[in-house]
């Protein structure tokens, strides 16, 4: 059943894109939308720096004639990521825009693939990962969901054997820092503070070359740029608040006032935050500290959308990985599957009530708590690792179907005592 959901969902997505490339003409699809859409913001952006005008990404009318004449079309993406995240797309804005977008896709995939495989091996558990839905929404949208999960998920298995390196890693995230406010949290708590050290030195140096480059005005602009993108995005709700998966966004759609929608949002954030602190600060783990993390950066941002669920899918992998090595709770193979299907079902649910369904945001809080929950339960029955272990694999041989037979079996059905030899 696997592996036809899998193959099935694979087949669907590659068809959709053989279409839509085959229909596409230049760099706008049948609909007249560009390829790879939100690559727009990120190519145009890259090649106002290259030629001088890195500032005015951030003034949305000179970004607006830049996409027209980039594309043709009237349809706008706006750039609102930090200036560090220009030294990653200017250069790509020095290549043709769909070689530039092929680049751009096939790079993130494959560090997202890699550390996806790293996490969960073998080729069903590949299968499975490619086969998400998540993946072509990402694809489709030509975002930073595969960067982002390749980050935190290759942070956190650096960080017991090379934190200086996974400081590296976690301080990259610093051109989407909304997103990554708990690793400041969750580093301190494991009291990693080569890891912290490193990220610090990597937010800073990536800031001094940014001044270096285009001095003081390009951090004005981003700043702002912040107004417009809050005013518009956030509040405004400008690519529709069904396609977001925070708390903020669904209390927006439901007509909730913005300013209980920030206070709510806050609440979920700082609680996310205190339960995290445990967890980071003792022995779980690695695997439940990477699903705690990766699932609370999702619910501490106020701004994400459904191409940002990559990061879910690391998480339901650590989670899964720690499963097979250790045998699944009650209903936790089930909310992997939930967390692996969770964009369609958002989709479905719209498109049936036509008002925003949290439907991932429930994903994301339910394997944070499951991740929580099994950390604690592994501490109270003294099963828990030494802090600096390095995250065990499940064994090489055996098949991800074999092994998740295995532990549901175990965990199902527990052995029977030999009977004795009657007289």
């Known amino acids: 059943m696997i592996v036809f959901a899998s193959l099935v969902s694979l087949a669907a997505g590659l068809a959709g894109l053989a279409v839509?490339?085959?229909?596409?003409?230049?760099?706008?699809?049948?609909?007249?939308?560009?390829?790879?859409?939100?690559?727009?913001?990120?190519?145009?952006?890259?090649?106002?720096?290259?030629?001088?005008?890195?500032?005015?990404?951030?003034?949305?009318?000179?970004?607006?004639?830049?996409?027209?004449?980039?594309?043709?079309?009237?349809?706008?993406?706006?750039?609102?990521?930090?200036?560090?995240?220009?030294?990653?797309?200017?250069p790509l804005a020095a290549l043709p825009y769909l070689p530039a977008l092929a680049v751009w896709q096939g790079a993130s995939l494959a560090a997202a693939t890699a550390v996806?495989?790293?996490i969960l091996p073998g080729r069903l558990a590949l299968l499975c990962g490619l086969?998400?839905?998540?993946?072509?929404?990402?694809?489709?949208?030509?975002?930073?969901?595969?960067?982002?999960?390749?980050?935190?998920?290759?942070?956190?298995?650096?960080?017991?054997?090379?934190?200086?390196?996974?400081?590296?890693?976690?301080?990259?995230?610093?051109?989407?820092?909304?997103?990554?406010l708990l690793v400041p949290v969750c580093l301190v708590a494991a009291g990693s503070w080569r890891a912290v050290a490193s990220a610090a030195t990597t937010v800073l140096a990536g800031g001094l070359l940014t001044l270096a480059l285009w001095g003081p005005a390009i951090w004005e602009a981003f700043l702002a740029g912040l107004?417009?993108?809050?005013?518009?995005?956030?509040?405004?709700?400008?690519?529709?608040?069904?396609?977001?998966?925070?708390?903020?966004?669904?209390?927006?759609?439901?007509?909730?006032?913005?300013?209980?929608?920030?206070g709510a949002q806050a609440g979920l954030a700082a609680?996310?935050?205190?339960?995290?602190?445990?967890?980071?600060?003792?022995?779980?783990?690695?695997?439940?500290?990477?699903?705690v993390l990766l699932s609370g950066a999702l619910l501490c941002a106020p701004y994400t959308l459904d191409y940002d669920l990559v990061l879910l899918g690391m998480a339901a992998a650590f989670l899964a990985a720690h499963g097979l090595a250790r045998g699944f709770g009650p209903w936790q193979a089930t909310l992997v599957a939930v967390a692996w299907i969770a964009p369609t079902l958002g989709d479905v649910a719209f498109t049936v009530t036509s008002l925003p369904v949290p439907i991932a945001l429930a994903a994301s809080?339910?394997?944070?708590?499951?991740?929580?929950?099994?950390?604690?339960?592994?501490?109270?029955?003294?099963?828990?690792?030494?802090?600096?272990?390095?995250?065990?694999?499940?064994?090489?041989?055996?098949?991800l179907r074999a092994r998740l037979?295995?532990?549901?079996?175990?965990?199902?059905?527990?052995?029977?005592?030999?009977?004795?030899?009657?007289?």
């Open 131 to 180: 086969a998400s839905p998540v993946v072509l929404v990402c694809l489709v949208h030509g975002q930073t969901g595969f960067l982002v999960a390749a980050l935190f998920a290759g942070g956190v298995l650096a960080l017991p054997r090379r934190p200086a390196l996974a400081g590296l890693l976690f301080g990259l995230l610093a051109f989407k820092p909304h997103i990554a």
């Open 20 to 90: 839509g490339i085959a229909t596409a003409g230049g760099t706008l699809d049948a609909l007249g939308r560009p390829i790879g859409t939100d690559f727009t913001s990120l190519y145009s952006a890259g090649r106002l720096a290259l030629e001088g005008r890195a500032a005015q990404a951030y003034d949305w009318t000179v970004l607006r004639q830049a996409q027209a004449d980039l594309h043709g079309g009237t349809l706008f993406y706006p750039w609102s990521y930090p200036p560090l995240f220009l030294l990653a797309v200017a």
């Open 227 to 262: 107004v417009a993108t809050e005013a518009a995005v956030l509040r405004g709700g400008g690519p529709g608040f069904h396609n977001f998966t925070s708390l903020f966004a669904a209390l927006r759609g439901w007509g909730v006032p913005a300013e209980a929608a920030y």
């Open 271 to 291: 609680a996310a935050a205190i339960a995290c602190v445990p967890v980071w600060r003792g022995r779980a783990d690695m695997r439940l500290k990477g699903a």
């Open 405 to 423: 037979s295995s532990a549901r079996r175990g965990a199902r059905w527990p052995r029977r005592r030999a009977r004795p030899a009657s007289a």
């Open 116 to 118: 996806f495989s790293a």
């Open 365 to 399: 809080g339910s394997v944070f708590l499951t991740a929580v929950r099994a950390s604690r339960a592994a501490h109270r029955a003294g099963r828990a690792e030494p802090p600096r272990a390095a995250p065990v694999r499940p064994a090489p041989r055996a098949g």
